[in-house]
């Protein structure tokens, strides 16, 4: 069973930058979309950046530019390096991942990922 566990968010001011983590284990499958997602109270979720297994990437276009997805195999890390931030980019931001097929994973599919983790705090202030 995969399991997902994200780290780094926090409080910046508005131009910061954070880097979030995302712990990965239990994969079985060679083929996975993976990707970050972030959702405000009372608004729906909205996908930021994915990754698919074949490298490819997607970015949402409020955040082309700011944010970058990467990943680090060896040791099942998965990165969201968030620069410029805005204060409209103050969410919740979780971590989400599925064994798909290769070529389907995109930025707008990641909030309808199978496995999430518990979501890391992003705030930023003006």
């Known amino acids: 069973q995969v399991q997902l566990v994200e780290s780094g968010g926090g409080s910046v001011q508005a131009g910061g930058s954070l880097r979030l983590t995302c712990a990965a284990s239990?994969?079985?499958?060679?083929?996975?979309?993976m990707g970050w997602f972030r959702q405000v109270p009372g608004k729906e979720r909205e996908g930021v950046a994915s990754?698919?297994?074949?490298?490819?990437?997607d970015y949402a276009d409020s955040v082309k530019g700011r944010f970058t997805i990467s990943q680090d195999n060896a040791n099942n890390t998965l990165y969201l390096q968030l620069n410029m931030l805005k204060p409209e980019d103050t969410a919740m931001y979780y971590c989400?991942?599925?064994?798909?097929?290769?070529?389907?994973?995109?930025?707008?599919?990641?909030?309808?990922?199978?496995?999430w983790g518990q979501g890391t705090l992003v705030t930023v202030s003006s």
């Open positions: 990754l698919d297994s074949d490298g490819s990437i």
């Open positions: 989400a991942s599925s064994a798909i097929p290769v070529g389907y994973c995109t930025d707008a599919l990641t909030p309808y990922l199978e496995v």
């Open positions: 239990g994969y079985t499958s060679s083929t996975y979309c």
